[in-house]
């Protein structure tokens, strides 16, 4: 079965450029959550939707990021513009609503130059 | 004061060795407990749940004070392939509206 699948894995970038990173969750779960890893922070939850409405984006640091979620397997995480100190891992997970379980896809290594 | 915390370690420990890695949450109405583990450059992966009663899956062993506030997992007879970064993860809410709130993870390398 395949797991989260996230693209790109890698994706280099300049200082004022949009950049859209893109998830699909497994198939059948409902809550969809975007994480940024760095190594001074650690794992921030940004947002999570369940049934593709956005429930909580508190974590998500300003205006210049966005999530859309326009159907049960697909979302979209966009940076614009993007910025030197948004370099990170992005991490999408997924889980049936009721389940305890998160899976996480292998991620987006973002660097914005 | 950070809602999960966690000494970042690293722990070098021989083959063989039994740790323990500790971790102290700060919201009294935390409903679920977990501890998750990332390989280097990877994703992280669940390794267990922790229940009140405390937990074990063969070498691992997890516990749970909801009066102090503290969990734990214990790892016995170490392996090599136990190197990894441990993550303690505490979820906010229950059901459909629960999320997890993540540590900075606790670095673990296994030497010959």
């Known amino acids: 079965d395949a797991g989260v699948i996230q693209s790109p894995r890698h994706e280099v970038t300049e200082m004022g450029q949009e950049v859209t990173l893109r998830c699909k969750p497994i198939s059948g779960h409902n809550s969809l959550f975007w994480y940024r890893q760095t190594m001074m922070r650690g794992l921030e939850l940004l947002i999570y939707?369940?049934?593709?409405?956005?429930?909580?984006d508190s974590g998500m640091p300003e205006d210049r990021f966005s999530a859309k979620m326009p159907n049960a397997s697909f979302s979209t995480l966009k940076i614009q513009p993007s910025e030197p100190r948004d370099s990170a891992v992005y991490f999408c997970a997924s889980r049936f609503s009721s389940a305890e379980t998160q899976y996480f896809g292998p991620g987006t290594r973002l660097l914005v130059l | 004061r950070k809602e999960v915390e966690q000494d970042p370690g690293p722990f070098n420990v021989p083959e063989g060795a039994t740790v323990a890695f500790n971790c102290t949450y700060s919201?009294?109405?935390?409903?679920?407990f977990f501890w998750y583990r990332q390989d280097c450059r990877k994703e992280p992966k669940l390794l267990m749940s922790?229940?009140?009663s405390g937990n074990e899956d063969g070498r691992f062993t997890a516990q749970l004070n909801r009066a102090s506030q503290y969990i734990s997992l214990l790892i016995r007879d170490s392996k090599l392939s136990d190197s990894a970064t441990y993550l303690c993860v505490v979820k906010k809410g229950g059901g459909s509206q629960g999320n997890l709130i993540f540590g900075k993870g606790t670095k673990l390398s296994v030497k010959p």
């Open positions: 919201n009294s109405a935390s409903q679920s």
């Open positions: 939707f369940n049934n593709n409405v956005p429930i909580d």
């Open positions: 922790v229940y009140s």
